[in-house]
């Protein structure tokens, strides 16, 4: 994205956002602790025509690093977002470990319909963050040059 590593970071890092440009967020609730490491919020999110909620808990937070989160509830697991200033831009590299605790959607999921619409889900949500982020600059979603 045509921003600073440290732009970018802020703009993730401010949970209480996602809504505006993460589809399928609808809301966000910090219930304990100030931002930082052991921040613990409540997500709701609305995902395949299923409305839950996820409780996450913010592990490690370095600006304009790092920020690595864990997931409890219908879902579970881990998130990391790993920024780096390159060139005049920033990267910014999200993985994810997750797993559900319902078994029919556990089954779904598994499916390549399913892990097709996740996928596209997840570039419509990286789209709109860059949207956000640099307005009518360009951001790109996807792998580098050479990744596969």
């Known amino acids: 994205m045509p921003v600073p590593a440290r732009e970018l970071y802020e703009v993730i ?34 995902f395949l025509g299923l409305k839950r909620k996820i409780s996450s808990v913010l592990k490690e937070a370095k600006p304009p690093t790092l920020l690595h989160w864990t997931y409890e509830g219908f879902i579970r697991g881990q998130g990391q977002c790993i920024l780096q200033d390159w060139g005049d831009s920033a990267l910014a590299e999200f993985r994810t470990q997750l797993h559900t605790a319902e078994p029919a959607l556990e089954r779904l999921l598994q499916t390549s319909i399913a892990r097709s619409a996740v996928t596209r889900h997840l570039k419509r949500t990286l789209t709109c963050l860059g949207q956000v982020v640099c307005g009518d600059g360009e951001a790109r979603v996807g792998p580098l040059e050479g990744d596969f």
């Open 13 to 46: 890092f401010d949970i209480r956002n996602f809504p505006k440009w993460a589809p399928g967020v609808r809301r966000v609730e910090v219930l304990k602790g100030p931002p930082g490491p052991g921040m613990i919020s409540e997500w709701e999110v609305s």
